[in-house]
Each structure stands twice: as C-alpha cells, then as structure tokens.
C-alpha cells in the first residue's frame, strides 16, 4: 500500500491515508478482497486532497454513484476511518 501515488498530499497527510482502514460493502478490505477478488476505492470526495465542504462532496459522491449506475457498473460502498493509536 505505500506505493500509492497520493496527489497533492504532503508527509502528514500521505500517513493519514496509509493508516486508514477501509471496509467494502460492510466488510473488512481483507475479507473483500478475499471474497471479491482484486477492487478498486474510487471517491468524488477532497479531489487531490484538497478538503472541501461536507456538502459539495455529498453532491460530488451523488454524482458519481449516479454516473456508475448509468454506466451499469457493480459497486459497493466502500468506508474508510483512521486507526488511532
């Protein structure tokens, strides 16, 4: 996971995202993996991290959902939350 190409994040926020835990569709990414085969964590939310409203990204996420299912894609929704030690 640490070779992720993290847009615009600096040092304090690329540790950020490599200490979150992300579940898919209610389930542990290990366990989704597991049962899925190989997935993608696509978001509309703080593009290139920059940190926008709570409500312009609710309406950037309707977008994409909105986007996924008029192109007939399969998804899930995927959740992800910072470990905190």
Same mark, same amino acid.
């Given at each position: ?31 989704? %993996?597991?049962?899925? #085969?190989?997935? =993608?964590?696509?978001? /509309? ?22 986007? %996924?299912?008029?192109? #007939?894609?399969? =998804?899930?929704?995927? /959740? ?6």
């Amino acid at each position: 996971m640490t070779d992720l190409p993290i847009e615009g994040a600096g040092p304090e926020q690329r540790a950020a995202y490599l200490e979150t835990e992300v579940t898919v569709g209610g389930l542990s990414a290990a366990d989704a %993996l597991a049962e899925m #085969g190989s997935f =993608w964590v696509v978001t /509309a939310c703080n593009p290139f991290s920059e940190e926008l409203s709570s409500a312009v990204n609710a309406g950037r996420h309707a977008e994409l959902c909105q986007r %996924l299912g008029n192109d #007939g894609l399969t =998804w899930l929704p995927a /959740a992800g939350c910072r470990l905190v030690a």
